[in-house]
């Protein structure tokens, strides 16, 4: 075997044809040490974690651990990519494991975009640290100091010595080592995953049916509930009779929840809960209910009143957010002034898989969980809380998620799954029906923003008031909550990019009387539909190509700052010299997008093309929309074109993705959804009353270019959303000459 | 009462209430939960399976209307996972979320059956019933498309 002396771990195992082993690998680095070398390396230690992500095992095995929930958008592929770049381990030999909640692993919210943009560092040094630990354990053993190791294929090696040893043998050594809480990150050019269209770890068990989601998990013992609750949200219940529901054969029991408190938060919203051996039995059950209810404060919500009330409030004196320089004048200084309302309704999230968990207490008293949250942490808080024990005694286990858009970051029905379960002593799962998640969700609010601007003789705009109303996450979380605030001003209002000498930008009061929660891109849908929208009108005023006027209205590349106009601004939680509000970002996007849709050519008859462009979650998308519209008067879109800025990207293919996925959401934004109520009940309930975009009306093709860019990773489930509707309807224009600026376009019988 | 049938191959008696629909005796009963509840009223196809061939709707169908029937379902459709459409569905990377892939696939391998070759407005008329509300719907064309050319 001497010829083996200075052969590498993979050429060792090509000419043996030897799959890896823990046995091959002992056998190679022994006999290529020789009897002069430094001995074996032991394998005493059965695996080591350099630190919460990373687990090596002596079989060779890195085990990930993925503390973010996987919704579709492909962090569960993403996130191992980076760490077994940093790594430079073998893609074949990673084992990935979902993370149970816990606040060791830092923030597990999946939400806002946020898994790579916030975590890229923290997830390089997690595979930068194993690394070294790994070099750090190799060169101890062969007497080398470690700068002259290296980390290649899953292995460490010595180069002037030839010396190797793969990740497995080396986990005892390491065991003995403290690990680096810092390591150097590789060069870009040095990425073997990132940057790479990885394919999707979990595609064989996704097309197979062996995915396991928070409605599949089965425990022995366990009963299935189904809850009625009240029509109104923060209603109560004033008489019961669940006689005929216990006589449903496979019925258990019938347990009512606690009423509602005020504000909701994640916490269960009350009703009564029909507990069965079988779903179906469980269902058949609360079918056979009979509850009078108290529809509460919120009894009397109606929208055509609610509109009504929020068209008032948004053109009455705001309060203003943001000034620059001096609007009043200016509109009177002006050649002429336009103005506009933009109106979108509430709508729901609707993810395929609705709210489901599972929930069994322990015998110490704690409580076990399973669920499709895109939070564990506030899992565990609300459990805890809920069952008035500690959070360190609930443990959440995370499925896969059937899509979540932010509904699944509330964990209101993990919590009744987790009421249920010690009231009854058994394993419960609580399954939403359909009509469950359309009328009782968190609700992306319904919006009217009132738009102004002051043009000059060439139709330049010279000024520009907006004002955003709509009612408030906060209200969900404070209930003297009155209108827009915080973070939500930051989502498509303050980072205005326009180069306008005089802006004022306000907010306007409006109560909540649903609970009002986040939905992909969150503020930033309406937001962007009001400005891209009014953008687009000031083009046509002005007599201009709408991309020319909106490259013109950027202005020269510049980085912008809402303080300078006296704003509050949080960008998304990074500083804007990281992650600046950059024109010339836009600018490049913009003409990319109309390059690729052939922006300005000749078009068929009753076709148009829209541009829209917008900032959110640290990245910039332009969206191109062709779309035709028949002689009924019915919108076809054909194709959509979409550029992205994200900064750094991971996998682009599942970047892609994400844009494709948003082009269809948004389209569903623009044409479909609305959720209205009347006595402070949803009206809707499934998707024939809230409709969502189907085969027949996806586009022909959506094209997505990728911005190369070595910026620091912006976000990318959201931000393809809030450019799609308004793309949409200034396309329609454009095909029509006829102006729509309220949502959705069914309700103008254009679908 | 006890309903018989065909599931995947095997034969299965479920003692079961006949109006039960087929979906959560599948799931509930039988353990199979491949097959997804997205509506409970026949809009959205996540539920579908195969019964003597034919997509049927599992959420609406009562298990009764199963009774002497071949049921297949998503983990029934090929032994190793490798149906040429579950094979083009992995290559093109289709799943986002996966959830409504089940019955996407039911559907498109009951396209491709009867249809070998479909153009795309064949696809879009047999797959109006499914929605993925991840938006995969481009891919998912482009993936029927690829099946149906058989491997590259």
């Keep these: 075997m001497s010829d083996l002396r200075h052969i590498s771990r993979r050429e060792f195992l090509k000419r043996t044809g030897q799959a890896s082993g823990g046995l091959v690998l002992a056998l190679s680095f022994t006999t290529a040490c020789g009897p002069a070398g430094p001995g074996p390396l032991s394998k005493g230690a059965a695996s080591v974690a350099p630190n919460v992500y990373v687990n090596v095992r002596n079989d060779g095995v890195v085990e990930i651990i993925c503390h973010r929930s996987e919704m579709g958008q492909g962090i569960r592929t993403c996130l191992p990519q980076i760490i077994a770049d940093e790594m430079d381990a073998d893609w074949n030999q990673i084992e990935l494991i979902q993370a149970i909640g816990d606040a060791k692993y830092g923030d597990q919210n999946t939400d806002g975009s946020t898994s790579i943009r916030n975590q890229f560092d923290l997830l390089r040094n997690a595979g930068a640290t194993a690394r070294e630990m790994l070099i750090a354990a190799a060169a101890a053993h062969w007497g080398v100091p470690a700068e002259d190791c290296v980390a290649r294929e899953h292995a460490v090696h010595h180069e002037a010595s030839r010396e190797s040893a793969g990740f497995g043998e080396l986990v005892d050594a390491a065991s003995k080592l403290e690990a680096p809480t810092e390591a150097p990150f590789k060069s870009r050019a040095d990425y073997r995953y990132i940057g790479k269209s990885m394919d999707t770890i979990d595609g064989f068990a996704l097309t197979t049916g062996q995915a396991i989601y928070g409605i599949d998990t089965v425990l022995p013992n366990m009963l299935y509930a189904s809850i009625e609750r009240c029509p109104a949200f923060g209603g109560t219940i004033v008489s019961l009779d669940d006689s005929a529901a216990k006589a449903v054969a496979g019925v258990v029991d019938v347990i009512r929840l606690p009423d509602p408190t005020s504000p909701p938060v994640f916490n269960m919203q009350g009703g009564v809960a029909v507990l069965a ?117 609930v443990k959440v286990h995370v499925t896969l998620l059937g899509g979540g858009f932010g509904r699944k970051s509330k964990p209101d029905f993990i919590a009744e799954a987790a009421w249920l379960a010690r009231e009854t002593g058994r394993p419960v799962k609580v399954t939403w029906t359909r009509e469950d998640d359309i009328r009782h969700g968190y609700f992306h609010s319904v919006s009217a923003q009132y738009l102004k601007a002051g043009l000059d003789a060439d139709g330049n705009a010279t000024s520009w008031l907006q004002r955003s109303c709509f009612p408030s996450i906060m209200s969900t979380f404070d209930p003297a909550a009155t209108g827009p605030g915080g973070f939500e001003l930051d989502l498509g209002l303050i980072d205005n990019p326009y180069d306008i000498a005089n802006m004022q930008l306000e907010t306007a009061d409006a109560k909540a009387h649903l609970r009002i929660g986040w939905l992909r891109s969150v503020c930033n ?50 500083p804007l010299e990281k992650h600046p509000i950059d024109t010339g970002r836009y600018a490049a996007v913009i003409e990319k997008v109309a390059e690729m849709a052939g922006w300005g050519r000749v078009l068929p008859e009753r076709h148009g093309l829209g541009i829209a462009v917008h900032r959110s979650f640290l990245s910039i998308v332009a969206c191109v929309v062709e779309l035709s519209v028949d002689e009924a008067g019915r919108i076809k879109v054909h194709e959509v074109w979409m550029a992205i800025d994200a900064g750094t990207t991971i996998n682009p293919d599942r970047v892609i993705s994400q844009m494709e996925g948003a082009a269809i959401f948004g389209m569903s934004i623009a044409l479909h959804g609305e959720i209205t109520a009347k006595d402070g009940a949803v009206i809707q309930g499934n998707y024939d009353t809230y409709p969502v975009v189907r085969m027949s009306e996806a586009p022909d093709a959506i094209h997505v270019h990728i911005m190369q860019s070595t910026a620091p990773p912006g976000g990318v489930g959201e931000p393809g959303v809030p450019p799609v509707a308004p793309a949409i309807v200034n396309a329609y224009y454009a095909a029509t000459g006829k102006r729509i600026r309220e949502l959705p376009l069914r309700n103008a019988g254009l679908t | 009462m006890a309903i018989e049938l065909t599931l995947n191959g095997e034969s299965l008696s479920l003692d079961v209430e006949p109006d039960m ?21 026949a809009l959205c196809g996540a539920c579908n399976v195969h019964m003597d061939g034919q997509v049927v709707r599992s959420c609406v169908l009562p298990v009764s209307a199963a009774a002497g029937r071949k049921v297949t379902t998503i983990e029934g459709l090929a032994k190793e996972g490798n149906h040429p459409v579950q094979v083009a569905w992995r290559e093109l990377n289709v799943a986002q979320c996966g959830y409504c892939q089940s019955g996407q696939i039911m559907s498109a391998v009951a396209l491709l059956e009867r249809n070998p070759n479909p153009s795309n407005d064949d696809i879009d008329a047999a797959m109006s019933g499914n929605i993925c509300r991840c938006g995969t719907y481009t891919r998912i064309r482009e993936a029927i498309h690829r099946a149906a050319e058989g491997p590259s």
């Design chain 1, 277 to 393: 051996s079988n779903s179906w039995a469980a269902q058949q059950g609360r079918e056979a209910l009979k509850i009078e209810w108290d529809r509460g404060a919120n009894g009397a919500h109606e929208s055509a009143t609610y509109r009504d009330a929020l068209l008032e409030s948004v053109t009455s004196d705001g309060n203003p957010v943001l000034t620059r320089g001096d609007v009043a004048a200016a509109f009177e200084a002006a050649n002429s002034v336009h103005d506009a309302i933009y109106y979108a309704p509430y709508l729901s999230q609707a993810p395929m898989e609705p709210p489901a968990a599972i929930a069994q207490m322990t015998e110490d008293g704690g409580c076990e969980a399973w669920a499709c949250t895109q939070n564990p942490q506030a899992a565990q808080d609300t459990v805890a809380s809920t069952l008035g024990v500690d959070k360190q005694e």
């Design chain 1, 525 to 574: 849908v309406f937001h962007a539909f009001a400005v891209c929208g009014f953008v687009d009108e000031l083009a046509y005023l002005a007599g201009q190509d709408p991309k020319g006027h909106l490259l013109k209205l950027l202005g020269k590349p510049r980085q912008i700052d809402p303080a300078d106009d006296g704003a509050k601004y949080t960008n998304y939680g990074h």
């Design chain 2, 21 to 41: 629909p087929l979906l959560w005796a599948i799931r509930d009963l039988a353990g199979l939960t491949g097959t997804k509840f997205g509506c409970g009223k």
